[in-house]
């Protein structure tokens, strides 16, 4: 997994597209596996597009459905890998089902290094990843295998045929052979080698005895002129040969300009039709704009109306508003006094209050008089124990004093 990802720097630009790639070759193998009548018909569920399980915004995705589809298919590819798992997933919990899903996913020796989370949109390309592996270890359960592809065997380019319309003769070939430079020598019949050849083989089974010609000359030539037409000159082409790629050059150069001039030709009447098409918009667009002039301006008075309507009841509402706050402060205000006015009321009428001042009223006279009686009494014990104590002073005088003018008795 580290090495498909990768570090984010060392990711190219085709990476983004990765996922479309496996998504592919995961269909191929389910169909290999044979999911439609194994898992889609068992849960009646539609065929997978090739870019079902891919992330992307541009295509359409539905990630409750493709959860499903995603836990219905790695149960099944579990099982069929040979081990044991519970495909009634529908009502299991999803993180831990993907757990799981992982746990077996390590059990066959693949490295994972993200965490379940990612597979709860059910799409992507962790999904794809999990799906491929899993896939990969159901075919070798069932004993599949991919093989290298087999190519056919390259072909050469289809040698050039030379059809000579004019007698051909070994004479004419040889000064051909002689004119040609050295550097073409693989581009013509190496006639010196084949007459060498040819004598070579004469020689070894030619009798030593002079050869006569049982052939008069007039049938040779009439023979020769007969075969003529069907003799044919093969000149093999060079790909290291300047020339050869100097021709090509011009030849493609040629159909380039050739091809350029008729797509400049469909390229110039599809302006002057798309020209003629937006002119025609325009007129149709000026034309309509003319006939609902009035519309458009009722449509633009409406709209101003609408405004100043829409402003004067957010006005509206706003004062409103604080009609409301002031109404219910002075509600509370209105309940406060009444609540006093029924205590003012209530306290009024009821005698209670005076009855208690009456009580308190009789408790202090009582008072006064208990504290009147007990002032009474210490004063009387105060004048007597003042008396005592002046009798008991005169009596402690001298004789003389106390026959003395001076001393007055206050009785």
């Known amino acids: 997994m580290a090495q498909r990802r990768g570090d984010e720097g060392d990711r190219g630009p085709g990476v983004a597209y990765q996922p479309f790639v496996a998504m592919e070759c995961l269909l191929e193998k389910l169909v290999i596996l044979n999911y439609e009548e194994e898992v889609l018909a068992k849960h009646n569920m539609r065929n997978l ?10 295509l359409e995705s539905n ?4 959860f499903y589809m995603f836990t219905i298919i790695a149960a099944w590819l579990i099982n069929a890998a040979g081990r044991t798992f519970d495909e009634n997933v529908e009502y299991s919990e999803p993180s831990a089902t993907m757990s799981d899903i992982l746990a077996e996913l390590r059990a066959f020796g693949i490295r994972v290094d993200f965490p379940p989370s990612k597979l709860l949109s059910g799409s992507g390309e962790h999904v794809c990843f999990v799906l491929d592996r899993l896939a990969e270890e159901a075919l070798k359960k ?23 319309e004019v007698e051909l003769t070994l004479s004419n070939v040889e000064e051909e052979a002689i004119e040609e430079p050295d550097d073409d020598e693989e581009n013509v019949m190496d006639l010196e080698a084949l007459k060498l050849r040819t004598t070579q083989s004469e020689v070894s089974s030619v009798n030593t005895e002079i050869l006569q010609p049982t052939v008069e000359a007039s049938e040779w030539y009439l023979e020769v002129e007969r075969v003529l037409p069907h003799l044919r000159v093969t000149i093999k082409n060079d790909n290291k040969d300047w020339r050869v790629h100097v021709e090509q050059m011009h030849q493609h150069r040629d159909a380039i300009l050739s091809s350029f001039r008729e797509a400049k030709g469909y390229l ?23 006939q609902l002039e009035h519309l458009v301006q009722e449509y633009r008075s409406a709209q101003a109306q609408l405004s100043q309507a829409k402003e004067q009841y957010r006005q509206a509402s706003e004062s409103l508003t604080e009609k409301a706050r002031l109404l219910a402060d002075m509600d509370d205000e209105l309940k406060r006094v009444k609540q006093e006015t029924e205590e003012r009321s209530s306290s009024m009428s009821d005698g209670a209050p005076l009855v208690n001042i009456k009580r308190c009223i009789t408790n202090q006279k009582q008072e006064i008089v208990h504290l009147s009686k007990m002032i009474a009494s210490q004063r009387l014990q105060m004048k007597k124990s003042n008396s005592l104590r002046d009798t008991a002073h005169f009596m402690e005088m001298p004789h003389f004093l106390r026959n003395s003018d001076v001393w007055t008795w206050d009785s």
């Open 142 to 164: 069932r004993g599949f295998s991919f093989s290298s592809p087999k190519y056919p065997p390259e072909t050469t380019d289809e040698p050039l045929v030379m059809e000579d």
């Open 63 to 66: 990630p409750g459905e493709q």
């Open 49 to 58: 597009s090739r870019h079902y399980f891919v992330s992307s915004p541009y």
């Open 268 to 290: 110039e009447k599809l302006r002057e039709d798309i020209g003629k098409t937006l002119e025609k918009v325009r007129s149709r667009e000026k034309y309509i704009n003319n």
